[in-house]
């Protein structure tokens, strides 16, 4: 089994902070890629940052410049948020694509979400 667990979140002020933190464990053969998406109330879930498969390092245009992903080299990423704003609010969730112990192939694992609060 693979396990992806998310935490970091929390209520703060517009300007403010957060540190979130990822970790997946279990049965991993080998890890593909991890990132994280956030989905706000009545919008779908979209892409924050990711570290991809092919070795890229991607952000949302509405984040660069104040998000920071990162990673410890044993299953865990980070997602460092500065300047906070109302429009980050959201539940961010952690995506590992992982193989795991019985599989072939690099497969998508969800975190249970971690939710984020910003207010002005």
């Known amino acids: 089994q693979v396990r992806v667990m998310e935490s970091g979140g929390d209520s703060v002020q517009a300007g403010g902070s957060l540190k979130l933190s990822c970790a997946a464990s279990?049965?991993?053969?080998?890890?593909?890629?991890m990132g994280w998406f956030r989905q706000a109330p009545g919008k779908e879930r979209e892409l924050v940052s990711e570290?991809?498969?092919?070795?890229?390092t991607r952000y949302a245009e509405s984040v660069k410049g104040r998000f920071t992903i990162a990673r410890n080299g044993t299953g865990m990423i980070y997602l460092q948020m500065n300047r906070l704003n109302r429009e980050d609010t959201a539940v961010y969730y952690c995506?590992?694509?992982?193989?795991?112990?019985?599989?072939?192939?690099?497969?998508?694992?969800w975190g249970q979400g971690t939710q984020v609060t910003v207010s002005s």
């Open positions: 995506a590992a694509d992982i193989q795991g112990a019985f599989g072939r192939v690099c497969r998508r694992y």
């Open positions: 279990g049965n991993i053969i080998r890890t593909c890629g």
């Open positions: 570290f991809s498969a092919d070795e890229v």
